[in-house]
């Protein structure tokens, strides 16, 4: 038993075991022979074919006993490797009837052991993205019953004779009525993202991450000249496989996200090479964000303030956007900040054994 416990693979276990109930058996049948031919010679003086007899019905006795004991040890050994794929099979049923399982603990090792790791893994991710996904749709019943509710109480009222139309009236229901468009329209574009490079519909190729980010911030310019009184910018040139308009409108977002909730006069935007990676980063003064909430900021809908309406600040989800984006380019976005002083930083994954000079050469 030490023996199998020892052992990782679950192959080696079963043949271990198997081998170690046939070496119990040859054992248990031929020392049971041995001991009862020598009685029967020195104590019961039986020779000859009487002694051959005897063995012989003395052996078949031994050896069924032996079976069933062998059998035995067999069964329980065997029961216990196998109970955890009971459990995951059990586990397994309940993923298929629509149930997420909580997760199995148990003490293996080897395969097992991985196979339920795994297998938690999975539940865990299961468990959130069915609490992502009703998050979500809790977020656009949210987002969509004001607009639908002004607009199905005007109607209402324009049907009943109990308000007449005016250009206003219409102004206002057609208003809506592209608020709802807009709020459809960047849930779709996040879902296209949120499936990553490997399986979107978008186009990667090999870019200047340096000459995306300075056109993004050329589009920028007149309202960041209006916004800080002190900009400081630095980009290096570096190359990445990415899509141009994706991360122009990810780089896009995030300004725009800067320009809304600003409260200083300084912002400082880099972009440096380093340790294989491509380090972007935006600095400013802003509007006050609890550290503990920081990461939610990226989250669909999600508005640290009940006070940015829909209206007055789109929709909720540019930087949700933004971090889908980044995501499909094996990037990664975060937001370090002590209250007010606000620093995006992004990082992306350099191309390698592909210069610079030559994406210059291919321009011209």
């Known amino acids: ?187 779709t574009e996040l879902n296209s993202w949120e499936k990553g490079n490997y399986f979107s519909d978008k186009q990667f190729n090999i870019i200047k991450i340096d000459r995306v980010l300075k056109d993004t911030i050329t589009s920028f310019q007149l309202k960041m000249q209006e916004k800080f009184q002190n900009i400081s910018i630095h980009i290096d040139e570096a190359a990445i496989v990415g899509n141009s308009d994706g991360l122009i409108q990810a780089f896009s977002n995030i300004l725009q996200n800067i320009l809304d909730y600003n409260t200083g006069d300084e912002l400082e935007i880099l972009a440096v090479k380093k340790d294989k990676t491509c380090r972007i980063t935006f600095s400013h003064t802003g509007q ?28 909720g989800l540019g930087l949700a956007i933004a971090k889908s984006i980044i995501l499909a380019h094996e990037g990664n976005v975060e937001l370090e900040t002590d209250g007010t002083h606000h620093k995006f930083k992004i990082e992306f994954p350099l191309k390698e054994k592909y210069e610079y000079r030559t994406l210059e050469k291919e321009d011209s």
């Open 1 to 187: 038993m030490w023996l199998i416990k020892r052992l990782s693979n679950l192959l080696s276990k079963l043949v271990a075991l198997n081998s170690l109930v046939i070496l119990l058996v040859i054992m248990l049948a031929a020392f049971s022979v041995t001991q009862y031919a020598c009685f029967l010679v020195n104590s019961e003086a039986i020779v000859g074919q009487q002694l051959v007899d005897t063995l012989n019905g003395f052996l078949l006795k031994v050896s069924i006993l032996a079976f069933i004991i062998a059998g035995l040890f067999h069964y329980f050994t065997v029961k216990r490797i196998v109970e955890p794929i009971k459990h995951l099979s059990k586990a397994s049923k309940d993923i298929q009837e629509g149930k997420i399982p909580s997760n199995i603990s148990m003490t293996s090792s080897g395969e097992i052991l991985e196979l339920i790791e795994n297998f938690n893994s999975m539940s865990e991710t299961l468990m959130a993205a069915q609490e992502q996904r009703n998050n979500m749709l809790r977020d656009i019943a949210h987002e969509l019953r004001t607009p639908l509710t002004n607009m199905n109480g005007y109607l209402e009222a324009l049907k009943n004779n109990v308000i007449e139309g005016n250009a206003d009236l219409f102004g206002s229901l057609l208003e809506e009525s592209r608020r709802i468009t807009r709020i459809v329209e960047l849930l």
């Open 288 to 315: 006050f964000i609890n550290h503990e909430k920081k990461d939610l900021i990226f989250e669909r809908f999600y508005r640290l303030e009940e006070s940015r309406s829909t209206k007055s600040h789109g929709a």
